[in-house]
């Protein structure tokens, strides 16, 4: 199994994440992770979708996204060729004498403490996903994991060769 990841410029419109869940949901396709927002320009969106298959299933994914009339660009990031990352929050069961080893280990991964409670911290980290994972491998060894959100993957290209510009 492979796995793809495409960012996907389309117009800003009402019912876009409809019909591109509709799209995968209709043909039994997955999404990993899902993320899009609003760029420099407010009459598009970008969107980072990471789908997972075989080459035949990600090759149709490809092709069924570049036929939505909203679509109008896509770039495969390759890894490379791209830069990718994840953000994550993570809630931590601490006592009041762990939370500076918290705090040590949290700068290592370049993250930050975001929340503090009398019995819980709330971490944010971003970065590639190999990291985040490793984070949490690190944090699940001394504390307990309360509560975690992940944002999915983001990524834009390396370079301005394949900038698509609108006029």
Do not use: C, W
């Amino acid at each position: 199994m492979r796995r793809k990841v495409m960012s996907i410029l389309v117009e800003n419109t009402p019912g876009l994440l409809s019909h591109v869940s509709g799209l995968f949901s209709r043909r039994g396709y997955n999404i990993d992770s899902f993320s899009a927002g609003v760029t420099a320009d407010p009459r598009f969106t970008r969107a980072t979708i990471v789908a997972s298959g075989d080459e035949l299933i990600l090759e149709q994914i490809e092709k069924q996204l570049a036929k939505l009339e909203d679509v109008v660009d896509i770039k495969i990031l390759e890894p490379e060729a791209s830069v990718t990352r994840e953000m994550m929050l993570v809630k931590i069961a601490v006592t009041k004498g762990e939370r500076q080893a918290v705090d040590t280990l949290t700068g290592f991964f370049h993250g930050k403490v975001v929340d503090v409670t009398h019995d819980s911290m709330v971490i944010e980290i971003s970065g590639h996903q190999d990291k985040l994972q490793s984070f949490l491998d690190v944090i699940a060894d001394d504390y307990q994991i309360l509560e975690l959100a992940r944002t999915g993957l983001t990524g834009l290209t390396r370079g301005s060769e394949d900038v698509f510009m609108i006029e």
